[in-house]
């Protein structure tokens, strides 16, 4: 029950900020993360970085999911804080502007080509096997097809040493086993 629960809000989180993104999109007409400082001053949102690029295009390198230390990761947290469309500090960087989910793992985003798919995505860290198999069920449908280790779906994960950053290509295909040591990165596309 604690464990259906606990799937049920990393959805829910993965979810929310899907929603967030297309809501700042809607709003804004452009990506949460791509607008100048000065846009976000003139806005009131003065503690924030902005972006350098603010070219329409939202910048996020796989290498920074989870480190928001590069391109305009951590300028995205920013926007959807101060927009309203998500709660938290808009003021903090680095790991810290981070969401948490409920199974003690980060959440970050990541642009381009992701796990074989393109776009950009909302990425959980530090899943358990079982606990990625039921955000993959209840995210991609529970046909043995689109089991988290096949990776064809909407959600793709890898498994390694947590925080485990995405990668561009898909992970070979792996058997679903709870007895796996190491955590999942699940990986959904948002936009």
């Known amino acids: 029950m604690i464990e259906n629960s606990k799937t049920k809000s990393i959805v829910n989180d993965m979810k929310s900020i899907q929603a967030a993104y297309n ?13 100048a400082l000065t846009t976000f ?33 951590q300028v995205f947290w920013q926007a959807l804080r101060a927009s309203g469309l998500l709660s938290g500090d808009p003021t903090a960087v680095g790991t810290a502007a981070l969401p948490r989910h409920r199974a003690n ?40 097809a689109n089991n988290i280790g096949n990776n064809i779906g909407n959600l793709r994960g890898a498994t390694g040493v ?23 990165t699940v990986c959904m596309k948002i936009g």
């Open 41 to 73: 001053q003139a806005r009131g949102w003065p503690n924030t970085v902005g972006s350098a690029a603010s070219n329409g295009i939202l910048t996020a390198p796989i290498g920074a999911t989870f480190t928001n230390a590069a391109g305009e990761n």
């Open 23 to 35: 809501g700042y999109i809607d709003r804004y007409n452009t990506p949460p993360g791509d607008e």
């Open 105 to 144: 793992g980060a959440l970050g985003i990541a642009t381009g080509q992701v796990y074989g798919l393109t776009g950009a995505f909302v990425c959980a860290s530090n899943l358990s096997s079982k606990q990625a198999a039921a955000v993959d069920t209840l995210i991609d449908g529970p046909l043995p």
């Open 162 to 184: 947590a925080p485990l950053a995405p990668t561009a290509l898909v992970p070979g295909g792996a058997t679903y086993d709870e007895t796996i040591a190491t955590t999942w």
